[in-house]
């Protein structure tokens, strides 16, 4: 749980908000929200559909893409 809180933080940070709970109070209405690679060694961030899971991260190459609402267990 803890690498996860550390990708959502950063996640948080790229985006430009103050604080994880700002980020996922913004996001909870959008039908898309920021995403982050959840693999270790990568940090590649956009924007996917709220209840992503499996997102394709353009810089590894791997379906390891989560929604920032999947991440803190929103969804």
């Known amino acids: 749980m ?3 809180m550390s990708k959502i933080e950063t996640l948080a940070n ?3 908000f103050l604080s994880v709970m ?3 109070e913004a996001s909870m209405f959008d039908s ?4 982050i690679c959840t693999n270790p060694d990568c940090d590649y ?3 996917m559909e709220p209840d992503q899971t499996r997102g394709w991260c ?3 190459e791997t379906n390891t893409v989560k929604s920032c609402l999947v ?3 929103v969804i």
């Not at 898309?32 to 995403?35: I, K």
């Open 58 to 60: 353009e810089s590894c």
């Open 71 to 73: 991440l803190a267990e």
């Open 14 to 16: 790229y985006y430009g």
């Open 45 to 47: 961030t956009t924007e």
């Open 2 to 4: 803890e690498k996860m």
């Open 22 to 24: 700002e980020m996922l």
């Open 32 to 35: 898309v929200v920021p995403a």
